[in-house]
């Protein structure tokens, strides 16, 4: 989607970059405290030390650091090593590197090593070692890295049209390796205009003007200039007559028209509907193909304004293109345009006798993979089952829905809920699995990637913590998962234990997936404010997962993520005298996040859904997003225009479900949290209060 990442000022999104490694799952609720392995004595300070050095790219100082450490058999050493080799990769030869994986076989910065080796071997166009290295990446994670895999592939006489399309296309930043594959290939014949076409919708889709720029100089190099020139002005270009001829004006047409969309829908749709009869005499009229796919980028961005025509737009789209292609013929619409096709129909008022088709055809015309994520199996079961006719004649299509239905109801997410309790079914939390055996505990224990891991991170090298303990959960089974999660539990190491857990399939320890550190005061706290403590866990563990001095990438800190702004506002609501290092005191912060989270609740009439959402994007936008039509909650929140926002109100309600039944509560049904339709401010409801920040 190219609208950014909304500026919170209030709150950290808890899927937000800061904490985006964290993960999700939970914890036994009493787990035992104990500290991480000693480190190497003395030697601590050094590695610290390194990683300072990196930071100031003082090659010397880090060398010297790395050798240290390697003489007192630090454990971990190899990350200083890893540090000043990275450092001077620019300059490293290949003997550098095969004498760095003989010091550290099997281990993760020996594979993070590599695929940095790789994209500079690929950026050197040492094409001998890349080729010798690549099979030996076993992350194998970096689409650039693929591009220049896919590119000496061709080299070699393999037909890697279909592999490197696709990952051109899904290449969304521009980088030298896809964007060399890309123009071999073209060189090659092996890229069809068509090709480089749907890769410039692609780029203008999701904001990419460099991308774009790079795919149409693929055709033709003057064709750059017209595509910076309908990025910055598109209406002006629209107006220009000096074109390329046709098709390739078609295309550079259907781009401005994208454009000018995503900055003004409505000056787009009327351009598009001035098209419909007439057209310009003096112009080729644009093929109703194009039309199709520019009424679909219509329609998403007045989906994303949640705009009421934005179904209307999308029905326009349906009917161009149902004019112009073959019936069957599958639509091109992007899975983002579909999605948005289905947002705005869920939108619609249930009297609207359209709703229901869009939503089944627009989820019908996704790719399979798509198709089959939740929100869309359980969209789709629903129109099918409102559109299925009355008695026998619709049993059929009923009982496919159903079958749907029971297929998601076992999922531990917001939709799996919600399909068990379409269902009429009560959500039961699973069985927990079997107690680990001393055997497993111990075989978690003498993984040395994982006691690398919380070392790291006791160190507060967090991110390379992370990404060490992430290598090493690689293939393990469910058991093997549990252990490590318990590993992680018990040194307090919350956001490993809740994303490895999370990991599991067949056994689901829900002690672990949701843990309660700090019960007594999140408990006590939460009921003085007058809270359900199950909510105030759920919200707790999206924020921070726990960790106490968390902080997001905008300024959001502590347990319950409090911008400064907000904390301050809140604690002159109960009296506090402020000082901004109070934010990361438990207690403290704890007192403020209920309080504010009970005043967004109490102004949204109690709904959790909205309050949620005011909670991560601050007050004034649900305000915003509840304008229009009555619309059940579940749509509602499917509708969020914020791609976070969306994805945290479901996880936040969906989290309280498994935290009231760890709590010992009685179980709540997803809808009841959800709670009534949403719709405009009643009347005779008091007027929002706009001081809340």
Not at 350 to 364: F, G, K, N, T, Y
Not at 580 to 607: H, Q
Request: aromatic residues 8%.
């Amino acid at each position: 989607m190219s609208r950014p990442t909304p500026p919170l000022g209030r709150f950290l999104l808890s899927t937000g970059a800061a904490l985006l490694a964290l993960g999700t799952t939970a914890v036994p609720a009493q787990a035992p405290r104990s500290g991480p392995a000693p480190l190497a004595a003395g030697t601590d300070d050094t590695l610290l030390q390194a990683r300072e050095a990196l930071r100031r790219k003082d090659q010397a100082a880090l060398a010297a650091a790395a050798a240290s450490l390697q003489r007192a058999r630090h454990p971990l050493a190899q990350w200083a090593d890893y540090w000043a080799l990275t450092n001077r990769l620019v300059e490293a030869r290949q003997a550098d590197l095969d004498a760095f994986y003989a010091r550290w076989p099997g281990t993760y910065v020996e594979d993070r090593l590599r695929n940095d080796w790789l994209l500079e071997l690929g950026a050197r166009r040492d094409w001998a070692n890349f080729r010798v290295e690549f099979p030996r990446f076993r992350m194998n994670d970096d689409r650039e890295v693929t591009c220049y895999a896919l590119l000496t592939q061709h080299e070699d006489g393999v037909d890697v049209r279909a592999a490197a399309q696709a990952a051109w296309l899904a290449q969304r930043e521009f980088d030298d390796g896809c964007q060399l594959l890309a123009s071999t290939l073209r060189a090659a014949g092996r890229l069809a205009d068509g090709d480089v076409w749907a890769k410039a919708r692609a780029a203008a889709e999701a904001n990419r003007p460099r991308a774009l720029r790079a795919a149409v100089a693929l055709l033709d190099p003057a064709l750059e200039r017209h595509a910076a020139e309908l990025w910055e002005n598109p209406q002006r270009w629209l107006e220009r007559t000096a074109r390329p001829a046709a098709p390739q004006s078609f295309e550079l047409e259907l781009l401005a028209l994208m454009r000018l969309a995503a900055t003004d829908p409505d000056a787009a749709a009327a351009q598009l509907a001035a098209l419909a009869p007439p057209a310009d005499p003096g112009r080729a009229r644009l093929p109703l193909g194009h039309q199709a796919l520019a009424w679909a980028q219509v329609a998403r961005q007045s989906g994303l304004r949640l705009q009421p025509q934005a179904l209307d737009h999308a029905l326009r789209a349906w009917a161009a293109w149902d004019a112009a292609a073959r019936p069957g013929t599958p639509a091109p619409f992007s899975a983002e345009a579909l999605a948005w096709q289905v947002r705005a129909a869920l939108r619609a008022p249930e009297s609207d006798s359209r709703r229901w088709p869009l939503v089944q055809r627009a989820i019908d015309a996704m790719a399979p993979a798509d198709r089959a994520d939740e929100a869309w199996a359980y969209w789709r079961a629903r129109a099918v089952l409102a559109q299925a006719a009355p008695g026998p004649a619709g049993e059929a299509s009923r009982q496919g829905a159903r079958e749907a239905l029971q297929a998601l109801a076992p999922r531990l997410s917001f939709y799996g809920k919600l399909a068990t309790e379409e269902l009429g079914r009560e959500v039961v939390p699973p069985p927990p699995p079997a107690p680990l055996t001393e055997a497993e505990q111990a075989a978690a224990r003498q993984r040395p990637g994982l006691e690398r891991a919380l070392q790291l991170i006791a160190l507060g090298l967090r991110s390379e913590g992370v990404r060490e303990w992430n290598f090493t959960l690689r293939g393990m089974a469910d058991r093997e998962l549990l252990a490590a999660a318990e590993m992680a539990c018990a040194r307090e190491v919350w956001d490993r234990c809740i994303n490895t857990s999370d990991r599991t399939r067949a056994e689901v320890d829900l002690r672990q997936r949701f843990p309660t550190p700090f019960r007594s005061q999140v408990v006590a706290q939460a009921r003085r404010t007058g809270l359900d403590p199950a909510v105030v866990y759920g919200l707790i563990r999206q924020e921070s997962r726990f960790i106490m001095d968390a902080r997001s990438h905008v300024g959001a800190s502590g347990l319950m993520q409090l911008m400064p702004a907000t904390a301050r506002w809140t604690a002159r609501q109960v009296g506090l005298t402020w000082t901004p290092a109070m934010i990361n005191d438990r207690d403290v912060n704890l007192l403020l996040g209920n309080t504010y989270l009970k005043r967004v609740l109490e102004d949204f009439g109690g709904s959790l859904a909205m309050a949620t959402a005011a909670y991560n994007a601050g007050p004034g936008r649900p305000r915003r997003w509840r304008e229009g039509a009555s619309v059940e909650a579940a749509a509602w929140a499917e509708g969020i225009p914020f791609n976070e926002t969306r994805d945290y109100v479901k996880k936040v309600l969906s989290n309280s479900v498994y935290y009231a039944a760890v709590l010992g509560q009685p179980v709540p049904s997803i809808r009841a949290l959800l709670g009534p339709p949403i719709a405009p401010r009643p009347p005779g409801e008091p007027a929002p209060n706009r001081d809340i920040p």
